[in-house]
């Protein structure tokens, strides 16, 4: 009986029993999984040197990411694609003629900027839904699909290196990411397809999917008044084309008794069918980096926010967790910065959360995860603040007033891009 006894609780995990694990212990459970997987193949790349006799040198132990700003979405897709054998390695990025060393901060600059790239509407790749507040996939055909694995290894390489990202996507694209959670070995299974409802569909597209609810609930005669069949119709590039949700569907009449089968067949195809091709690059865009049995812990709504972190900004829970160098928690220059501070409006928080960490998102243990530090700056006070955003830190010059730390603060954190040196 002993012997039996000792046996089950050495085989007994945890992550056995994902549900009564917390998500900040998810994350922490994947972080080492990362962590081992960089040693590993940094640790791989280093045998394979030696045993060709080649000098060893640092840069092959990174994923190091070189572009041009005025190129950046271009020669982040040409680098990506030139180093996939490396994206598990720990991620640094070179703004190429800038003097910025990175450690952590040009790195999740390269994420903001290119995110911003990629989303806006102009790009093509993402229909941005004013109603739901979300990005979602655009339907429309192209011949090359890397753009989209690109945006789905920059989730992975997020996910991978802890940094939150900026992304509004609805939740349902978070499931599908998780259909299935480890790539299937068989390169003909269909990934990204998952049960999708009229919830779903009202999460992106409320006003459309307001409609179908109603023509579910319709008394009337819906073959009579509506007039539809199993057929929708999509405008790309200014052409309307039809699509017919079944065999002959132009021709099936929608009727009472086959109104939800149409329904069901609709939310179908706007979220799965018509963008495959589009989410599948996506989808192993993502597992090309994130990869590893740890995804089958999580619930969708978990690695929404292990992606883009909170929005939520408590600003009071950073003063309670922020540590100072040089300075106490009772000067007064740190009690002005904290009145101004706790005074600014939700996009100035934001921006000076960005302006010291690079990002304006939370993570997932809150603002104290950030570990942020206020250090003293033995310059003028005509100078604006500093920050390092590899390490959290913003440098501040001990102002004489509230007055002048606002303007100077204010200042700062409006105009923080780049890591180029005059």
């Not at 994923?63 to 897709?77: A, G, M």
């Not at 903001?112 to 429309?140: A, E, N, V």
């Not at 999509?234 to 939800?260: A, C, W």
């Not at 928690?329 to 934001?350: A, E």
């Amino acid at each position: 009986f002993e012997i039996l006894f000792f046996s089950l609780v050495l085989r007994f995990s945890f992550c056995q029993y994902p549900f009564i694990i917390s998500i900040a212990a998810k994350k922490v459970i994947i972080q080492r999984d990362s962590e081992q997987q960089m040693i590993s193949i940094a640790r791989q790349s280093l045998v394979d040197k030696v045993s060709r006799r080649q000098k060893p040198d640092m840069n092959m132990l990174f994923l190091n990411v070189k572009v041009r700003r005025t190129h950046l979405v271009s020669d982040s897709l040409d680098e990506l694609a030139r180093k996939r054998a490396d994206l598990k390695k720990k991620l640094k990025v070179t703004f190429v003629g800038e003097a910025g060393l990175d450690m952590g901060g040009l790195t999740k600059e390269w994420f903001l900027l290119l995110i911003r790239q990629i989303f806006h509407p102009d790009y093509g790749m993402f229909t941005y839904h004013k109603d739901s507040h979300c990005h979602w996939f655009s339907s429309f055909k192209c011949d090359n699909y890397s753009e989209f694995r690109l945006v789905g290894a920059l989730m992975g390489l997020a996910v991978y290196n802890s940094i939150t990202l900026d992304i509004r996507f609805p939740p349902c694209c978070y499931k599908k990411l998780l259909s299935p959670p480890i790539v299937p070995c068989d390169h003909n299974t269909l990934v990204g397809i998952c049960d999708v409802t009229l919830d779903d569909l009202f999460q992106i597209m409320p006003e459309l999917a307001h409609g179908l609810s109603e023509l579910l609930s319709y008394e009337g005669n819906v073959e009579e008044d509506f007039y539809s069949t199993f057929q929708v119709f999509q405008e790309e590039f200014g052409v309307i084309k039809s699509y017919n949700l079944k065999p002959n569907g132009d021709k099936i009449p929608v009727t009472n008794q086959n109104r939800k089968e149409y329904v069901q067949l609709y939310v179908d195809f706007l979220l799965n069918k018509s963008i495959y091709k589009q989410f599948a690059a996506f989808y192993y865009g993502f597992h090309s980096v994130c990869a590893s049995y740890a995804l089958l812990l999580l619930r969708p709504e978990e690695v929404e926010i292990l992606v883009c972190g909170s929005p939520e900004l408590d600003m009071s829970a950073l003063q309670r967790s922020t540590q100072y160098e040089g300075y106490q928690k009772t000067d007064l220059t740190i009690r002005y910065f904290w009145d101004v501070v706790l005074g600014f409006s939700l996009d100035l928080q934001k921006k000076l959360l960005h302006f010291a960490t690079g990002s304006d998102r939370v993570p997932v243990g809150g603002m104290a995860d950030l570990n942020f530090k206020i250090s003293k700056s033995d310059t003028s006070t005509n100078w604006l603040p500093v920050a390092h955003t590899c390490f959290n830190q913003l440098c501040l010059p001990p102002y004489k007033n509230k007055k002048e730390l606002k303007q100077k603060l204010i200042i700062g954190i409006s105009n923080a891009e780049g890591f180029g040196l005059e």
